[in-house]
Nanobody
Framework: QVQLVESGGGLVQPGGSLRLSCAASGFTFSSYYMSWVRQAPGKGLEWVSS????????NYAASVKGRFTISRDNAKNTLYLQMNSLKSEDTAVYYC??????????WGQGTQVTVSS
């Protein structure tokens, strides 16, 4: 069965960095668009970034563009999100999801990112 398992979240100070990982299994990872989506406390889901199956195309929400980088290693069936220059408003649960922007059929359990001094 399809499984997506996120890791790498935690508490970081403003201006700091974190790298999230998402280990995928149960499907041909290299054939699928993958995305990161987040949910801040008390708010709805917000799409963050997506990456094409072979990594040749990426796109980002305006709120993270220039600070976050999505990447993937198809040999390791792993999706990444490098987050730099973190702000308090980046505090959220981050989810790995299969599929492109707005068309996600499987989700991970999420990893908490808290940006606070």
């Amino acid at each position: 069965q399809v499984q997506l398992v996120e890791s790498g979240g935690g508490l970081v100070q403003p201006g700091g960095s974190l790298r999230l990982s998402c280990a995928a299994s149960g499907f041909t990872f290299s054939s699928y668009y993958m995305s990161w989506v987040r949910q801040a406390p008390g708010k709805g889901l917000e799409w963050v970034s997506s990456i094409y199956s072979d990594g040749s195309y990426t796109n980002y929400a305006a709120s993270v563009k220039g600070r976050f980088t999505i990447s993937r290693d198809n040999a390791k069936n792993t999706l990444y999100l490098q987050m730099n220059s973190l702000k308090s408003e980046d505090t959220a649960v981050y989810y790995c999801a299969r599929g492109p922007t707005g068309v996600h059929d499987y989700w991970g359990q999420g990893t908490q990112v808290t940006v606070s001094s």
